[in-house]
């Protein structure tokens, strides 16, 4: 992989990480203030809701740094070492966590459903919650495939 992709991604990865920020920073202070008045029966949900969500940029962060150095490992032709190994077993563990963190708030949001009438926040909320978990389910599969692909070249070496 050449110079121009991985830089391409690290922006990538950088940007991600910037929205996230500004998410943090902006978006839900006012979440936390709004839905705990719109909703005030459900206030302690909407409260719990907004503190599992920035309890859960602690891991995406970690799983942005471990991309960065994951991309770096590729740019110095060390793709295949036990450290990219590494670090896809760090990512892997950030998205198991922050799957956990989300599905374990999928409950709360049934207060905020019922005082909206919306019985598809739950579905929603669970929906979302699966996306960690997707990548790394994902991230599982790439860390096996790299593995298996270092202990065959380890083969091969020690054949010659």
């Known amino acids: 992989m050449n110079r121009g ?7 990538a990865v950088l940007v991600f990480g910037l929205i996230v920020l500004a998410l943090c920073i902006f978006a839900l202070p006012s979440a936390w203030k709004g839905g705990a008045e719109e909703y005030p029966m459900a206030s302690n949900s909407v409260i719990l809701i907004v503190i ?8 995406f962060f970690i799983a942005l740094w471990q991309t960065l150095k994951l991309l770096g490992y590729i740019d110095k032709h060390k ?3 036990d450290l990219s190994v590494k670090a896809l077993r760090n990512i892997k563990y950030c998205g ?3 799957a956990v963190f989300y599905f374990g708030f999928v409950p709360l949001l049934i207060p905020i459903a019922q005082a909206d009438d919306a019985p598809g926040l739950v579905l929603f909320g669970a929906a979302f919650a699966c996306v960690p978990l997707v990548v790394a389910v994902f991230t599982a ?19 010659v």
């Open 141 to 159: 599969v790439l860390q096996k495939l790299l593995q298996n692909a270092i202990d065959i070249k380890s083969e091969n070496d020690l054949t």
């Open 96 to 98: 198991f966590v922050i």
């Open 52 to 59: 599992g969500m920035y309890a859960t940029v602690v891991p």
């Open 5 to 11: 992709s991985t830089f391409f991604l690290k922006v």
């Open 79 to 81: 793709t295949f070492s």
